[in-house]
T-cell receptor, first 114, second 107 residues
Framework: DVKVTQSSRYLVKRTGEKVFLECVQDMDHENMFWYRQDPGLGLRLIYFSYDVKMKEKGDIPEGYSVSREKKERFSLILESASTNQTSMYLC?????????????FGPGTRLTVT | AQRVTQPEKLLSVFKGAPVELKCNYSYSGSPELFWYVQYSRQRLQLLLRHISRESIKGFTADLNKGETSFHLKKPFAQEEDSAMYYCALKYGNKLVFGAGTILRVKS
């Protein structure tokens, strides 16, 4: 059974802080993703990675960066947190070999920036 | 540009009534479409994919290329169907999601 874990379920940070969100998957998936989930806006892709040290911008990358030093771990970094980054953050993973390209999601991190 | 539209933010039905969650897409290629579901306090998970032509938990979805739609249907709603539903379109090695529809099934 695929397991995608995220380092925190809830996080409260102050404006201007540097924030790290971590995601780990245990199924040797090549592709990993970070999304924001906001009411009325659905899931929006921030960044994704298709291999170690490889990354590609998604639809809303501004204010974020990512790191993928190991295949199983994908980190999202908020360089200087702002209140408009208060959101639910979801990590997902998949592999091109999966039938239908199913993405497996983590439980989410609810980040509040005050 | 690829886009997924779910026109209803909230759909409220009575138990036993038919359900149809609407999804329209915009994509120039041959589409691959999915429905994902998130139950309360659970993680987002795949419900069904159009290429499988499957029925999961009584739900079906048919791809209509002429109308660029992929509506999710169930003939008789159950209370446990209450959840957030997202339609998603695959392009390249990414998915683009709609805004989601909350389904509430009332007893």
């Amino acid at each position: 059974d695929v397991k995608v874990t995220q380092s925190s379920r809830y996080l409260v940070k102050r404006t201007g802080e540097k924030v790290f969100l971590e995601c780990v998957q245990d199924m040797d998936h090549e592709n990993m993703f970070w999304y924001r989930q906001d009411p009325g806006l659905g899931l929006r892709l921030i960044y994704f990675s298709y291999d170690v040290k490889m990354k590609e911008k998604g639809d809303i990358p501004e204010g974020y960066s990512v790191s993928r030093e190991k295949k199983e771990r994908f980190s999202l970094i908020l360089e200087s947190a702002s209140t408009n980054q208060t959101s639910m953050y979801l990590c997902a993973s998949t592999t091109p070999g999966l039938a239908g390209y199913e993405q497996y999601f983590g439980p989410g991190t609810r980040l509040t920036v005050t | 540009a690829q886009r997924v539209t779910q026109p209803e933010k909230l759909l409220s039905v009575f138990k036993g009534a038919p359900v149809e969650l609407k999804c329209n897409y915009s994509y120039s290629g041959s589409p691959e479409l999915f429905w994902y579901v998130q139950y309360s306090r659970q993680r987002l998970q795949l419900l069904l994919r159009h290429i499988s032509r499957e029925s999961i938990k009584g739900f079906t979805a048919d791809l209509n290329k002429g109308e660029t739609s992929f509506h999710l249907k169930k003939p008789f709603a159950q209370e446990e169907d209450s959840a957030m539903y997202y339609c998603a379109l695959k392009y390249g090695n990414k998915l683009v999601f709609g805004a989601g529809t909350i389904l509430r099934v009332k007893s």
